[in-house]
């Protein structure tokens, strides 16, 4: 007698329609690996993915059915999508011609009936019900011929054991791997203890089993079994063994030693541990604890807190690797749209040409790969906090095919702007792991102050480490060139750094200039690399082109020569002047490929540019280390107008000594003091200071911001418990603990703003239950708060015209508190600005104009608004970058606009036009502009073109814009004319160098 076995798994379909599973292979991997640690004479299969064809699987089902005598016991799985009509989905499954295409019923009947076979056991994980998203293929068409019921597979000796009713839906345990059967019955397994197990009764205990998971997650899925087989079906006791752990090696609870190939224990491929040990050999000791104590690649969530350049990211990407290689899917979310595509570019190359991986972006570009995120097309996602919240939220299938969640940067919670999408995207999180989705959350965060009980809320353990990979030695310099800092032991010293006589003042008046220079050049000479931050974009150029005159550095000959050439804004050439000198700055003036042209000419090792002048918030997440870094202020200007917070700090300061750069065993942060007394409080202050804690920035001022947002993560909500969505949040979690009271109060007040709400059409309510309106709901998925909502919402409803096109709306968002409150700079003196009205209505039309003064606070802000609207209309029309910067600076010491604003207002209108056209379409009756239309300002927002350019964008070659300008003012305004040019004409619009670049890449068909 023989035990015959066969496993089958499909996660992928050749079609790429038919979406894909995440534990489907897991489940047949799983269950061959269990049944063949356990029983040593089975005669098992396993067949996955490529391999589970329409072929493959038939020929499975005869070489265990069809081959089984009548000693012979049978045990079959079945992982995968079914269809609504009882078919089994193969990999090569085509959706346009299922009934040739997929395994129907009457045919597996057909093996049950004729195999000889004493018993059969069929495990059947995947549903015939037909709802999204389980593990079904809906709207496939329904074949003519009759179908028969599963439950016909079974009868005496022949056991069906399936995942759910015929009428309900089978789900994948998210995070798990495994279908929520499958899982259940693996649990099943592993824990019972008796010598024997007999497979029919112990389904009794399966089903249970995974009914109370399907309860946790909110889902109505019961495991049902046919059949019976006189004398039952007994086995051994199915246990893993060493199939198992090769296959599943975390659950074996093995530790490592540094060496990265060690990681090979861990089921990780050699493919991707050579590739990690090109980088750097060892795991630090950060990572080490993460895999060894607190189990990242088993599969546990983390909180983990390290200063900057500790290796942090890396504990996400180990997770996120092993987790795409159990089949899950990863997704990693970052705080800025540079980093994203930073750390786009970079695992795109390591893992994605590298290892074969889905790589894909969101972050607000026109080369977002949206869709295939939202499809599940990916193995590693990388998004901005807030697009990934828009799209979970809004999406709700996305949820359902998440595995891992590394969240970097999380000290961003306590941000004052961007720490509520922060927040709200772990509150969306934590509340589906509630509901049973077993998402891996790994959040990492800089060094912060107390955590504040972040880990409790988090559910998750907390790993916090204080070492720097590279020492750092902390100070402030006043201007005796007196040095008080904390060396690499912890001790505090005082040491002169500068002799008085180098600090003279080389202005009419003492400035940091007096400082700097002698300091830079004293590090040069010493081999340092030096990033000066300064906290305005002027200061910084200023700073990087006095260096560049002082320093007598050789020019950066390299970095000139890759620079943009067309359509440039005035930064552009004192850019190329500090550059001569040997120095550069960074700030939003210049162009994103001038940016990267900075960044690499100072990262690269032989080094060009020794010397770097940032502002501080363009510094921040961009990887430009340096091995001292001298902070020539500690207040912010403008609308912030505060000092930094000491966490702020340390974060600047830490970007000095990062490791894997420059030779020196230390990094070193140097701020600048005016006077003695400045540089004692200044260390007191900063170098010894207390990091904030970590706290929560849900406050009583922006509740009715939070509530419409949260409401928007569900689908309705008990009145009686709306106290609860919000306790759910870390502010609300925070605030319960610490105050009893706070649930009641809350309640009240809560209750006032539903009422109020729902004056506003903005909430409904039905029995005991309240839900957003659709108007509710727009304005909780955007990006808005609730007041710019409702004022646009205002707006929208007095217009006039029946026509509302895309670009009324670009300028509509002008009018908005977050754009009066990003900062514009303007003449405040004079009547220069007063023109700027005259300007919008020749752009936008008298109409538009007038609602632009809609609540403005004075003049000023009206034309601030009306100058915004204009800039805007003429970046998006192709206007070349300098004269929009003339035509809107009124005199070059006031009210400048560089190319740095326009690049914020544009941003910032489009993080809210898509928002603002949701709402829209809702309210204005008349006709409202397209999708496809709002897509197109998007990227003509983006990129600064119009609408007949942006053909262009397909061209597989990333041009400047003005590039684009110059072609299109050739006429060629799409790729395939570019194709159609000979390379003399694109020589001639683009010089030689562009022209043969292109030329290289044309299609062979176009040639
Ligand atoms: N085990 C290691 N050995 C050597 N170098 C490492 C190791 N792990 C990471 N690195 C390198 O150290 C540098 C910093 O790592 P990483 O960016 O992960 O730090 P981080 O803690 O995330 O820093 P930040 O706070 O700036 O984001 C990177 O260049 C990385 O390649
Ligand atoms: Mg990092």
């Known amino acids: 007698m023989a035990l015959l076995a066969g496993f089958i798994g499909v996660d992928r379909f050749a079609d790429i329609t038919i979406p894909e599973l995440t534990g489907a292979r897991r489940d047949a991997e799983a269950l061959w690996a269990l049944f ?3 029983i040593p004479d089975i005669q098992a299969k396993l067949i996955t993915d490529k391999d589970a064809s329409l072929h493959g699987i038939r020929q499975l089902l005869q070489s265990t059915l069809g081959a089984a005598t009548s000693d012979d016991t049978v045990i079959l799985s079945f992982s995968g999508h079914g269809t609504s009509n009882h078919q089994i989905v193969a990999h090569d499954t085509s959706r346009t011609d299922p009934a040739d295409t997929t395994i129907p019923m009457e045919e597996l009947a057909h093996y049950f009936r004729e195999t000889q076979a004493k018993a059969v056991l069929f495990i059947l994980d995947c549903c015939f019900s037909g709802g999204a998203p389980a593990k079904v293929l809906g709207d496939i068409p329904v074949s003519r011929s009759i179908s028969m019921s599963v439950s016909t597979l079974a009868g005496e ?18 995070g798990e791997g495994h279908g929520l059967l499958t899982k259940a019955l693996i649990d099943t397994f592993i824990e019972t203890t008796s010598p024997t197990i007999d497979l029919v009764e112990m389904s009794a205990q399966v089903v249970e089993k995974a009914r109370s998971v399907a309860i946790k997650m909110r889902i109505a899925q019961t495991p049902v079994l046919f059949g019976h087989v006189t004398g039952g079906l007994v086995l051994p006791p199915i246990k893993p063994g060493p199939h198992f752990y090769t296959k599943f090696p975390q659950k074996g609870g093995l530790r490592v030693d540094a060496d990265i190939q060690e990681l090979a224990g861990f089921g990780l491929p050699l493919t991707i541990l050579n590739q990690w040990a090109k980088q750097f050999p060892t795991l630090n000791d950060l990572q080490l604890q993460a895999i060894n104590d607190y189990r990242i690649l088993d599969g546990s969530s983390l909180l983990a807190i390290a200063p900057t350049g500790s290796g942090k ?9 092993q987790a795409i290689c159990e089949g899950r899917k990863a997704v990693f979310l970052l705080p ?9 570019e970079q695992f795109s190359q ?13 972050c607000g570009d026109y080369v977002d790969q949206t869709d295939l995120f939202v499809r599940g097309k990916y193995d590693l996602a990388l998004l901005t906090y807030e697009m990934f919240l828009n799209l979970v939220v809004s999406n709700t299938g996305v949820l359902n095919q998440l595995g891992l969640v590394v969240l970097d940067e999380a000290q961003f919670i306590t941000d004052p702007t961007r720490g509520i999408s922060v927040e709200l995207l772990l509150t969306y999180l934590l509340s589906a792991k509630q509901r049973g989705f077993q998402i891996q959350l790994i959040t990492l965060s800089a060094v912060v102050g107390d955590v504040n009980h972040f880990d409790e809320w988090l559910d998750c353990d907390k790993l916090i480490s204080q070492e720097r990979p590279v020492p750092l030695v902390e100070g402030a310099l006043d201007r005796s060139g007196i040095f008080q800092f904390v060396d690499t032991d912890g001790n505090e010293q005082v040491t002169q750094l500068l002799s008085p006589s180098e600090i003279q003042v080389r202005r009419k008046k003492a400035s940091s200039q007096d400082v700097i220079v002698p300091l830079v050049q004293k590090l040069v000479q010493q081999g340092e690399n030096v990033i000066v931050f300064r906290n305005q974009k002027g200061p910084a150029q200023g700073c990087a082109n006095y260096l560049a005159k002082e320093l007598g550095l050789s020019p950066a000959t390299e970095a000139i020569s890759v620079l943009p050439q067309y359509d440039l804004p005035t930064t552009s050439q004192a850019l190329r002047e500090c550059l001569h000198g040997g120095t550069a700055f960074h700030n939003r003036n210049l162009t994103r490929e001038e940016k990267e042209v900075v960044e690499q000419a100072f990262r690269s090792l032989d080094g060009q540019v020794r010397v770097l002048s940032a502002t501080t918030t363009v510094a921040a997440g961009i990887n430009t280390p ?16 505060r000092q930094f ?15 894997g750069h420059t030779s020196n065993s230390r990094g070193q942060a140097i701020l600048l003091a005016d006077n003695s007394y400045e540089r004692q409080s200044l260390f007191r202050q900063y170098v010894q200071g207390q990091l904030e804690p970590i706290r929560s920035s849900l406050d009583s001022q922006s509740l009715k911001t939070w509530l419409v947002r949260l409401l928007a993560q569900m689908e309705r909500v008990q009145r009686a418990e709306i106290v609860a969505v919000l306790s759910n949040t870390y502010g609300g979690y925070l605030a319960n603990r610490s105050d009893p009271s706070w649930r009641d109060r809350m309640k009240q007040h809560l209750e006032e703003l539903i009422e109020l709400m729902m004056e506003q059409d903005l909430i409904e309510e039905e029995d005991v239950y309240i839900q957003l309106t659709l108007l509710g709901r727009a304005v909780g998925e955007s990006a808005l708060s609730f007041d710019s909502a409702m004022r646009l919402i205002r707006l929208v409803r007095s217009i006039q015209t029946d026509d509302l096109s895309v670009i009324t709306l670009v300028a509509l968002l002008q009018q908005l508190p977050e754009s009066d409150g990003g900062y514009t700079p303007m003449m405040k003196k004079g009547r220069s600005e007063s023109i700027r009205p005259q300007q919008a ?23 601030a608004r009306c100058k915004r609207a204009s800039l805007l209309w003429d970046w998006v029309h192709g206007v070349a970058i300098e004269e929009i910067e003339r035509l809107y600076t009124p005199n070059p010491y006031q009210g400048k606009i560089g190319y740095g604003d326009i690049q914020k207002f544009a941003d910032a209108t489009r993080l809210y036009l898509r928002s603002a056209h949701q709402l829209a379409a809702l309210i204005h009756i008349g006709n409202n502009p397209s999708d496809e239309e709002v897509d197109r300002m998007q990227q003509q927002l983006e990129v600064g073109l119009p609408t007949e350019a942006l053909g262009l964008l397909s061209v597989p070659l990333r041009l400047y814009r003005g590039e684009y300008l110059a072609l299109l003012n050739n006429g060629v305004k799409s790729s395939q004319d570019v194709w159609t040019c000979s390379e003399l004409q694109l020589s001639s619009i683009l010089g030689k160098k562009r022209a043969s670049e292109l030329i290289a890449l044309r299609p062979p068909a176009a040639a």
């Open 36 to 38: 063949s640690d356990s």
């Open 157 to 174: 000796g022949r056991i069906l054991l399936a995942a759910s009713r015929e009428s309900e839906e089978a789900y994948e345990v998210p």
């Open 313 to 321: 990211t890396f504990v996400g990407e180990l997770a996120a690797i």
């Open 336 to 344: 800025y749209r540079a980093l994203t595509n930073e750390k786009y």
């Open 350 to 362: 390591v893992y994605g040409d590298g290892l074969g991986m889905r790589v894909i972006r969101c």
């Open 626 to 641: 340096a091995s001292t870094v001298i902070l020539a202020e500690h207040e912010f200007v403008g609308q912030d107008g």
């Open 645 to 659: 917070t000491v966490a702020e700090y340390k974060n600047m300061a830490g970007r000095a000594g990062r490791p």
């Open 841 to 863: 209505s020749e752009r936008y039309g008298t109409e538009v104009v007038r609602l632009l003064q809609h609540l403005a606070q004075g003049e000023l802000d009206y034309f």
